[in-house]
């Protein structure tokens, strides 16, 4: 059967990979629908492509930063009309039930607007120079290429992330999407360029892993990083800028804790718990995947959840009424199985689902039941680590501070949940939580594009998406103008 071909987009042109090598990228809920061949790249690609994004920087960086952000302005409204379009093929290359893929082109829209704002607020520093007749500010300077690479999950949204502020500081960009889901990142980068963003300043290049990545993160003209995804990439990515210097923006894993308090209204945290738990199939990197539970409240919740879970309807994601689509790849799907495995052997109880779908209509693609375990406790591999799919993880507590002991006892730090009615104990949780970020009586998932994204511990490097992207991509001068038309020696002239 023909199916479409797609390839880099670089200079604001489609090219094959230079070697001519495609991959393939099927639909997870049925594999004998076929998206399309992608270009698979390699150094070569990189290198032509850094050549040409450099050249792109010269000029790039010298339109007025309010001009850049009326480009992002246009492009905001070009997603808004090729929003279904766009949830569509997102569903179909990754997934996730349409109506969350509609959130993550909305989400990308919300960023477009945001950071178009932020072009006229590239604020600097003014500040008194402790010298007479003399001007002392700092301003804000574009990094030049920036290197940047993105996993599948949120295939617009997170590109988003780093691409619009990036832009709007005066960077050129190169990203390498993952090879689960380039058509998404191509849909967006097709869409600036339609909205007046020239070329060479955005470029995508496809491919596997660190084929493209390693040569982007090497290569001496590409001045920063900005990578999502696992921590073991992360690592992997952070080492190999330490070699060479370079500026590296990591946002990785998490192991995200619900806490239900004993006076918290349960419904409410059921509700938050089906949707932190097995939205987007439970593949989010702020997922809720441990369940704290007050003793008290622990057995009517557990009925009341693993009833509700039993219920979820598991299928393409883009037909009517289906709450939980495939896992992106059998990889993950082996992951999911894993750790089932992995908890049982730790003695912790299957309240429910444990296993692939694969009869009838999940013949052909990569289901899996949304799972409970109950009887975990902290120390269990289930309770620490990612898993990355419709798994879940029940833990029960006594007193406040034991749950915070036990949300706090992981290697991640991304996101954490609450639920009371306690106003002092929601603010113990907000000053003891330690994550980058804290929901009160509402799920683990659902950050707006204006405040600070990332985490703490192994999910992250200290920098933040959203609120905080424009301190990564940009770099701090301090300018001092002395028009005292003489020499004039800080700390020795004026000195007492
Ligand atoms: P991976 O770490 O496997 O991949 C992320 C990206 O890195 C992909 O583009 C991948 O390419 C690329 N990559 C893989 N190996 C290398 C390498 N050696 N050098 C350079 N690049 C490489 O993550 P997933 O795509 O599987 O995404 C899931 C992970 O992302 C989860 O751990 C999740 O928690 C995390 N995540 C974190 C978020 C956050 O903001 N904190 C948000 C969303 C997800 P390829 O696809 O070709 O393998």
Known sequence: MSHPKFGNLINGKEQPAKSGATFFNINPADHRDIIGEFAASNGDDVNQTVEIAKKAFASWRLVPAPKRAEILFRAANLL??????????????????????????????????????????????????????????????????????????????????????????????????????????????RTLMDAGVPPGVVNVITGFGSKVGTPLI?????????????????????????????????????????????????????????????????????????????KSIAKEFTDKFVARAKKLKVGNGIEVGIKVGPQVNESQIETSASYCAIALAEGAKLLCGGHQLKDGPYAHGTFFEPTIFGGVTKNMRIAKEEVFGPVVSLIEFSTIEEAIDIANSIDYGLSTAFYTKNVNQAFTAIRDLEAGITYINAPTIGAEVHLPFGGVKQTGNGHREGLGSLDFYTQWKAVYVDYSDKLQRAQIDNAE
Request: include cysteine; glycine fraction near 8%.
């Open 80 to 189: 808004v009309e090729r929003k279904e379009q766009f949830a569509r093929d997102m569903t179909r290359e990754m997934g996730k039930v349409i109506a969350e893929t509609r959130g993550d082109v909305q989400e990308a829209i919300d960023e477009a607007f945001y950071v178009a704002g932020e072009g006229r607020r590239l604020f600097g520093v003014t500040t008194p120079s402790e010298l007479p007749n003399k001007f002392a500010m700092s301003i804000r300077v574009p990094l030049g290429v920036v290197g940047m690479i993105a996993p599948w999950n949120f295939p617009m949204a997170i590109p988003s992330w780093k691409l619009f502020p990036a832009l709007v500081a005066g960077n050129t960009c190169i990203i390498k999407p993952a090879q689960d889901t380039p058509l998404s990142t191509l849909n967006l980068v």
């Open 218 to 294: 090497e290569h001496p003209d590409v001045r920063a990083i900005s990578f999502t995804g696992s921590s073991e990439v992360g690592s992997i990515i952070a080492q190999n800028c330490a070699k060479h210097f370079k500026p590296v923006s990591l946002e990785m894993g998490g192991k995200n804790a619900m806490v239900v308090m004993d006076d918290a209204n349960l419904d409410l945290a059921l509700d938050g718990a089906l949707w932190g738990s097995f939205g987007t199939t439970g593949q989010r990197c702020t997922a809720t995947s441990r369940i704290l539970l007050h």
